[in-house]
């Protein structure tokens, strides 16, 4: 095998490994994501007395909401760092050569 090959096998070993790590991160994103839509609203039923409690129950959603983007925006900013590649990694995305 010549030189030029065995790089070559290095550079496609390296990006299957960062696209199992992608993928595994992407997984866990939409776990997130499901896990925040898949929950039933509460909904109250009966008198008129329960309707101004109904009322509020979409507001303690709605305050969950900025909680459940916050823990989104963590999960992401946390992937985007263990993306970064390393300055000297020649696969860098920087990388113009290909």
């Known amino acids: ?16 490994v960062k696209y199992e790590k992608m993928v595994k991160q992407f997984d866990e994103l939409i776990g997130i994501l499901n896990t925040t839509k898949t929950r039933p609203p509460k909904r109250q039923r009966g008198s008129k007395e329960n309707s101004s409690s109904s009322t509020a129950a979409p507001a303690a959603s ?37």
């Open 1 to 16: 095998m010549s030189n030029h090959n065995i790089e070559e096998e290095r550079r496609l070993y390296r990006c299957a």
């Open 62 to 98: 709605s305050s969950q909401q900025p909680e459940n983007n916050e823990v989104f925006v963590q999960t992401i900013t946390r992937f985007l760092q263990e993306l970064k590649t390393d300055p000297t990694d020649p696969d860098s995305s920087t990388n113009t050569s290909d």
